[in-house]
């Protein structure tokens, strides 16, 4: 009995065994089973760097036309710009340097571009602007633009004709002829139209002949608005018409002279003889005269003297010559003691008390010049 019992244990063990013995081999033909363990990542905190530094650089492009240059946005922001053309112009490019805790390396790439450093910041003092100018009559009241014309010199035959057809008149002190305001200006306005350059520009062929001859170029008004308003506006216009010559064809400033007479020496009727408005003649007095010194005539005054006096006693003296006036010779005469008593009116101030009775006068005289120039074979 105790024999079969240790049998029956023996017997049990090499089951045992044999089954242990199954189970290991079995055991390393199966693929292992792999344990993780997951463990939470803690939030990573971004600390985001300032920028330190800014660099500047200056480059010099010379290129016909406009380059472009991308750069991947993971490595830098960097914005170029490239402007081209003549002359060459420096332009700034600024690259910002980025704070990273990843150091990554680049490897530039080969350019032409020459790198230059920018020069230090210097002083640079700065004039100040000029004090405007204060503008006077006699300079160049107009804003006209300056275009020069080239002159060409006329022929004797081609001054005859200009000076025909301008009505010229030939007096004692030179040749004289009137351009009428509309020709000229537009209404109210003193700047010089663009459709009276036709015209200027035969008066300037005439002004050429007559090269060695000084200009007077007088601005007239009708009878209407106050005597200040328009002996301004005539003196704007003749300095007008004298910086046209000057600006568009080369003419000496100092040959020509502008006076503004106003509303002074009308050549005609500003009223009827009803007192109504003349139209037609308030038009011929709106004119601007020229008048050619091909005769140079001075009158001298003495400083206590009285001009109205002294024209009085020049129109005497012509009163006189008329009288027994027979030749061309004595209406040249008669006629040279008128255009001077007309010099003495036109002296006699504003403040002199006889200066209304002058302008009257200055017209009764050149009536009278007209006529003894007319039987001295002038006109």
């Given at each position: ?49 300032t920028v330190e530094q800014v660099t500047t650089s200056t480059f010099d492009v010379q290129s016909p036309t406009t380059t472009t240059t991308t750069v991947d946005p993971s490595l830098a922001s960097e914005t170029q710009t490239v402007e081209t053309g003549t002359p060459s112009i420096s332009t700034s490019v600024e690259s910002t340097t980025l704070s990273s805790s990843t150091s990554v390396q680049t490897k530039p790439e080969p350019s032409s571009v020459t790198t230059e450093t920018a020069p230090p910041a210097t002083s640079v003092q700065v004039e100040p602007p000029p004090d405007p100018t204060v503008g006077t009559t006699e300079e160049d009241p107009t804003d006209s633009t300056r275009v020069l014309v080239e002159t060409v010199l ?226």
């Open positions: 009995m105790h024999l079969e019992i240790k049998r029956l244990q023996v017997a049990i063990a090499s089951s045992l065994l044999l089954i242990g013995t199954a189970c290991q081999n079995r055991s390393q033909n199966l693929p292992k089973v792999t344990t993780f363990e997951i463990v939470p990542v803690p939030v990573t905190q971004l600390e985001i760097a006329p022929t004797p035959t081609e001054v005859e004709q200009t000076l025909t057809e301008l009505n010229a008149e030939t007096t004692i002190e030179g040749i004289k002829f009137n351009l009428s305001d509309n020709i000229l200006f537009e209404f109210d306005k003193y700047h010089v139209r663009a459709a009276a350059k036709p015209t200027l520009e035969k008066v300037n062929q005439v002004l050429t002949h007559f090269k060695d001859a000084q200009i007077l170029i007088h601005g007239h008004t009708d009878s209407k608005g106050t005597d200040e308003y328009n002996r301004e506006l005539s003196q704007k216009r003749a300095a007008a018409v004298k910086y046209y010559f000057v600006n568009n064809f080369q003419a000496e400033p100092t040959r020509i002279q502008t006076k503004g007479l106003g509303k002074s020496q009308p050549i005609a009727p500003n009223t009827n003889p009803n007192g109504s408005d003349n139209p037609q003649g308030r038009e011929k007095n709106r004119r601007v005269e020229f008048t050619i010194q091909t005769e140079t005539r001075t009158v001298e005054i003495a400083p206590n003297s009285d001009p109205f006096g002294e024209a009085v006693k020049k129109a005497t003296s012509a009163a006189t010559l008329t009288q027994a006036a027979k030749t061309p010779q004595q209406w040249l005469q008669v006629a040279k003691q008128w255009q001077e008593a007309i010099a003495f009116m036109e002296a006699v101030p504003q403040n002199n008390a006889n200066y209304d009775m002058a302008q009257v006068k200055v017209i009764e005289y050149q009536n009278n010049l007209k006529y003894a120039q007319k039987n001295a074979g002038l006109i």
